[in-house]
C-alpha cells in the first residue's frame, strides 16, 4: 500500500462547495483506505493499491459524478510530497511573504510557469518536475502575478496551489 494525497483545485471557493464529511465518503467509495480530510479545502490523505496515476483518474471521475463540477486533482505519494517540502528554499513562516508550493500533474506546464516567471523576474523555484516554490508578499496573493498565471483556464486541469504550512500539515498526516 502507498500512502498518498490527493490534492483538489478548486474546492470550497468559486462557488464550488464540498463537506469534509461528503468528501470523505467519496474517497471511502474508490479503492483506498485510512481516509482523512484535512483543513477543510480539499486536501485527502489514503492509502492505495492504485498508482497515482490511476488514483488521480478515478478521484476525477467520482467527484464529477457526485458533486456536477469539473473536478481536477495533484496526487503525490508521500515520499515526493516530502521532497517537495524539504527542497523548497523559502520558508514556511516569514513576517512578510507566504510561500506557495504550485503542484502540477504535467511537468510541460511546470516549466511554462518557470519561463514565465523568469521572464518578469518573479523568484519562483522548481522542486522536480512535479512542484514549484514561489512566494507572495502578505496580502496581495491574489493580485500576484503567478497566482493570475496558474489560475488561466487552460491550467486548471493540471495545477493546483497550497501554502507551504498546508503541505507540511498533510505530509505529518501522511506519517501518522
Known sequence: MTRYAVFLRGVNVGGITIKSKD???TFESLAVSDVKILLASGNVVCSSDLSAVELKSRS?????????????????????????ISNCPFPADDPGTHTYITLFSDPAVLAELVRFARSIDEPVRPLGTLAAAWQAPKGSTLTSPLNAFTNRTRFKSA?????????????AALQA
Open 23 to 25: 468528501l470523505r465518503e
Open 60 to 84: 476525477e471521475q467520482a467527484l464529477r459524478q457526485r458533486f456536477g463540477y469539473e473536478a481536477w486533482v495533484v496526487v503525490l505519494d508521500a515520499e515526493t510530497l516530502g521532497d517537495v
Open 159 to 171: 495545477t493546483t496551489t497550497r501554502n507551504l504550512r498546508t503541505l507540511q500539515k498533510v505530509s
